[in-house]
């Protein structure tokens, strides 16, 4: 492990502070409306977000997605975000834990299950380190660490790629996942990390066992971008500018998955900045929909600020719903309310 907690040090402040974001291409939800209903017949008060994922219930389809862990900042990031799933019953994940399985004295800043007992929680190791000596007992450290109800596996091959002295080796990794899969105790959801993933590689992930997808599609924060503030030389920095704006956008990962597979559970992420965007993914099939960036502002800021954001996106999600006519999540999605328009 070179520098890992520098390294985790580095991409927070990065995400904080840089340009990250992509500018050419967007999440691709901005080809959608919806259509507004004049007289919803419904009390907005009495408007029902309450959902399902992986058997646990949950007051809204939201999930804080994968972002830190290993410093102290991460850790007071990761207890703040704990505490507002635990009172909105919302699921939460957590960054990489290669750091805490390998320096077990930064455990400690992914520790959140005592703060939200009730919250539905993500494990997370990156997929590549399963060919770099990880395995199922290393899988299962991190799930325990968590008391997770599920392990996030992502994968990152554009990131690796560019980062120095990435993990690149992702030849035979497809059998490693399947064989993880069968032996782990709980779901493993696949995620990338900001590139998104495409109905074929959807197909070769479930037939490996995998439960569920976050497709963390492209437009929002730009791992290709980060890397390169973090090069060590110039042609580092010239191949992230050159892949900034690479990937699938978020609206087709879901649109596409979706079209060829009808149960599996589905995660939009990548670059959903309000409630009106997370709206417009569940209405387009996903279950739940992930947010990181919004989450991580806030959370660096103040507890206060974080439980304004919250408020804000139930508010936002709450609003798409009453002004469509739809008295529940189950009657939204069902509802055909969503037209594309260019």
Not at 32 to 39: D, G, I, K, S
Request: hydrophobic share 40%.
């Amino acid at each position: 492990m070179v520098n890992t907690q520098t390294r985790k040090a580095d991409h927070l402040r990065i995400c904080l502070e840089e340009d990250v974001q992509f500018h050419r291409v967007t999440n691709g939800l901005d080809k959608y409306r919806f259509t507004h209903c004049c007289l919803p017949e419904l009390d907005l008060d009495a408007i029902d977000l309450s959902t399902s994922f992986l058997g646990k219930e949950l007051n809204a389809p939201l999930l804080i997605s994968s972002m830190t862990g290993g410093t102290e900042q991460a850790k007071q990031i990761n207890y703040r975000l704990a505490e507002v799933a635990q009172n909105h019953r919302l699921a939460m994940g957590v960054g990489s834990q290669r750091i805490a399985i390998e320096k077990p004295d930064t455990a400690y800043s992914f520790a959140i299950r005592n703060i939200a007992p009730d919250a539905l929680l993500f494990a997370n190791i990156g997929a590549i380190q399963l060919n770099y000596t990880y395995g199922l007992e290393q899988c299962l450290k991190a799930v325990e660490m968590l008391q997770a109800d599920a392990l996030i596996l992502h994968l990152n091959p554009l990131q690796e790629a560019i980062q120095p002295r990435g993990d690149i080796n992702f030849k035979g990794l497809l059998d490693k996942i399947d064989d993880l899969c069968q032996k782990l105790s709980v779901p493993v959801i696949a995620k990338e990390v900001g590139n998104g993933i495409s109905v074929s590689m959807t197909q070769k992930l479930i037939e490996a066992g995998v439960t569920a997808i976050d497709v963390a599609g492209a437009g929002g924060t730009s791992w290709a971008k980060v890397e390169s503030e973090r090069a060590e030389n110039n042609i580092q920095r010239r191949l992230g500018q050159t892949f900034a704006d690479w990937g699938i956008p978020t609206a087709q990962c879901i649109t596409t998955i979706r079209d060829r597979y009808s149960e599996v559970p589905l995660i939009a992420s990548g670059g959903l900045r309000n409630g009106l965007e997370v709206a417009k993914t569940i209405a387009l099939g996903a279950d739940l929909a992930g947010l990181a960036f919004p989450f991580l502002q806030a959370a660096s800021q103040s507890p206060e600020a974080l439980e304004e954001l919250v408020q804000l996106l139930l508010a936002e999600i709450r609003i798409v719903l009453f002004c469509t006519g739809n008295g529940t999540i189950l009657d939204f999605q069902q509802s055909q309310c969503l037209e594309k328009i260019s």
